[in-house]
């Protein structure tokens, strides 16, 4: 499933959060969606999937315009994983992951078998098949983020994205969840705050300044020191990781 933002615009209190963004993210590939803190992620994101009207602009799933498109219809193609999760106790696992099958269900409709598999096997490929039955507060952070992969593994929409996922986990829960996101094989837009993260996993890396995109491409191409010392404020080394060959950032402050 392709995404495609076209001279996307947000105005709020006629500021300008967003400013003719134009980017694709073709059907299977990863983007990493990077930029400092108030450059506009969680605002173009939410343009994306349906949770805020742009000023200006179009955004599309496939062929079809996401605002022309019933809420219904756009739930079924794309998943989404926030920043900001509820632990709600009454929910198990299984039940947080059901979820992600009520854009397939009618409003009275039960549960079905084939339903039930489809639970199962996303919790399967998430490594959480033996917690189904446990509540979902009391799971750790990366357990969680897992469990709410595995609800956008169940809605198999072909799209997901997510609002930093990897906030809040610990070091391996962060590079096993960003592992088993891009294995998915769906077309996948996730903004991240790592810009090693970004550069190791992401096919494509486009980054947002003041609201516009200031570049896009493979990060070998994009995330140049001179770049991020631009958009970040900060010195940066690139070169190969030493334990799996792929790019590799450290940073530091400026020197005064």
Known sequence: MRLQLTGVGVLVDQASILAEVDLTVEPGEFVALIGPN??????????A??????????????????????AREVARRRAVVTQHQTAVTEFTVSEMVAMGRSPHQGLL????????????????????ADAATRLFST????????????????????????DEPTNHLDVRAQLELLD????LGVTTLAALHDLDQAAAHADRVAVLDTGRLAACGPPAEVLT??????????????GPHPLHGRPHIAVAPLIP
């Open 109 to 128: 409709d039960r549960e079905t078998r084939q339903d039930r598999l489809l639970i199962a096997d996303a919790l399967r490929r998430v490594g959480l």
């Open 225 to 238: 020191a001179e770049l991020i010392e631009k958009i970040f404020g900060v010195r940066a080394h690139i």
């Open 139 to 162: 799971l750790s952070g990366g357990e969680r983020q897992r469990v709410l992969i595995a609800r956008a593994v169940a809605q198999q929409a072909p799209l997901i994205i997510l």
């Open 38 to 47: 108030g450059s506009g992620k969680s605002t173009l994101l939410r343009t």
């Open 180 to 183: 088993l996101v891009h294995g």
């Open 49 to 70: 999937y349906r949770a805020l009207r742009p000023t200006s602009g179009r955004i599309q799933l496939g062929d079809d315009d996401v605002w022309q498109t019933p």
